[in-house]
């Protein structure tokens, strides 16, 4: 049997990545797909058996700290260790690079084979969609400029536990219209960010201040007041209760769990209070 063969990803495994991602429905664009390359270009990888393209990972690094997604194998080609080669190549490249601290989010019925990698879990995420309409007076939220970004990338990274600056400045410069910031003279309050180049709204990274909740709050309407009525989705960590009453009162559908798993140093954790969606299943 042959074994898999593993290749830095690139531009020309783009398109073919896109067909491989829609088998499982994950809806994923050319522009994700780039994102995460230019985010981390050396983070990128493809399995090859016989010569054939059958998967890939992709990992974006913070520092000491890096978050592993959109780990993928053809169904042809599962059961013949490609996830496993990926992830080997993935994990070297981080521990070469120093990285400390490597998280997933995994689907529940794959939590297994993260184990066997060492991984551990910490925490589930509720992944909510469904349609929603503004409602209630527009608040002091405002689209996010170039000069907020030191300010932002300071404030996130009190929540998320590392610096996040090459990712604002990509989705900024992305989503200028639907990166939101409610900042006042005691500095920023929240933030959010909405993906809608795929149909459906893609929300996330959605952070506030834990001790004003209702900021998150105010952020959402803001935002849903600019994306006008549609379908919106975004993953929120279980352990922080008020995303999920809002997801509520949205009426948002549960579509499915995913565990935050760690493997290395157990840090780098932020404060899970302030943040309300992930910035993607694959970026944490």
């Known amino acids: ?14 398109s073919w ?6 088998l499982e429905a994950w809806g994923y664009t050319r522009a994700d797909l780039e994102r995460l390359r230019a985010l981390d270009p050396e983070g990128c990888f493809v399995a090859l058996l016989g010569g054939k393209r059958v998967g890939i990972t992709c990992s974006t690094s913070y520092g000491k700290l890096a978050f592993i997604g959109a780990v993928i194998v053809h169904p042809d080609a599962r059961g013949r260790h490609v996830g496993e080669a990926l992830m080997n190549a993935t994990l070297d490249r981080l521990d070469r690079a120093g990285v400390e601290t490597a998280r997933l989010n995994a689907y529940l019925h794959v939590v297994p084979f993260y184990e066997r990698l060492g991984f551990q879990g910490e925490y589930e995420n509720v992944r909510y969609h469904g349609s929603a309409t503004a409602s209630g007076t527009p608040v002091a939220a405002r689209p996010a400029m170039e000069g907020d970004l030191p300010v932002i990338a300071h404030f996130d990274s009190f929540y998320f536990g590392a610096r996040r600056d090459a990712l604002l400045a990509r989705l900024l410069s992305e ?8 900042r006042d003279e005691g500095g920023v ?3 959010v960010v909405a993906n809608a180049d795929g149909g459906a709204a893609e929300i996330g990274p959605w952070v506030a201040n834990p001790a004003a909740p209702e900021i998150a709050g105010d952020l959402l309407r803001a935002l849903l007041a600019r994306l006008g009525s549609g379908r919106i989705g975004f993953t929120a960590p279980g352990p922080n209760e008020h995303p999920h009453r809002l997801a509520a009162e949205l009426r948002l559908e549960t579509a499915f769990r995913t565990l935050r798993m760690v493997r290395g140093k157990h840090a780098y954790h932020g404060l899970l209070q302030g943040i309300f969606a992930l910035a993607g299943l694959e970026k944490g």
């Open 175 to 182: 989503f200028p219209d639907t990166f939101l910031v409610a």
């Open 17 to 22: 990545a896109v067909r491989l991602t829609d």
């Open 189 to 191: 309050r929240g933030y």
């Open 1 to 14: 049997m042959a074994t898999a063969q593993v290749r830095r990803f690139e531009r020309r495994d783009v």
